[in-house]
C-alpha cells in the first residue's frame, strides 16, 4: 500500500519561497507517475506539477511554469515542489499524488494521496 507524506507548507510574503516535500513509502515507484495539487477555498483541486519517477516526463500547470520546480531523490524515495516567485493567488492546501502507469493532469487518475499541507502567500 502506497504511502505519502507531505511537509512544508507555511505563510510566506508573496515573492518568497518554499519547498514542499512528499515521502513515500510501501513499494517500488519505479512505474509511479508522482503529481502535486492543490486546492483553494471554493475552487476545484487542480494539478500543478507531476513527474514520472523515472526522471524523463514532467508537466506543469501554465499558471507555475518557470516559477515551479519538480523533482525527485530516489535514494530517500521523496518528491519535492520548489515554489518561487510565489503569488498570493498560489495560496491553497497541496497534495502529494501517486499513480501507476501514464503521466496525466486529471486529479481522478490517482489513487494515492498525502494529507495536504497548507500553504499562505500574503501579499
Known amino acids: 500500500q502506497v504511502q505519502l507524506v507531505d511537509s512544508g507548507g507555511g505563510l510566506v510574503q508573496a515573492g518568497g519561497s518554499l519547498r514542499l516535500s512528499c515521502a513515500a513509502s510501501?513499494?517500488?515507484?519505479?512505474?509511479?507517475?508522482m503529481g502535486w495539487f492543490r486546492q483553494a477555498p471554493g475552487k476545484e483541486r487542480e494539478i500543478v506539477a507531476a513527474?514520472?519517477?523515472?526522471?524523463?516526463?514532467?508537466y506543469y500547470a501554465d499558471s507555475v511554469k518557470g516559477r515551479f520546480t519538480i523533482s525527485r531523490d530516489s535514494a530517500k524515495n521523496t518528491v519535492y515542489l520548489q515554489m518561487d516567485s510565489l503569488k498570493p493567488e498560489d495560496t491553497a492546501v497541496y497534495y502529494c499524488?501517486?499513480?501507476?502507469?501514464?503521466?496525466?493532469?486529471?486529479?481522478?487518475?490517482?489513487?494515492?494521496w498525502g494529507q495536504g499541507t497548507q500553504v499562505t502567500v500574503s501579499s
Open positions: 499524488a501517486a499513480r501507476s502507469g501514464l503521466l496525466t493532469a486529471r486529479s481522478l487518475d490517482y489513487d494515492s
Open positions: 510501501g513499494r517500488s515507484f519505479s512505474n509511479y507517475v
Open positions: 513527474l514520472k519517477w523515472s526522471g524523463r516526463s514532467t
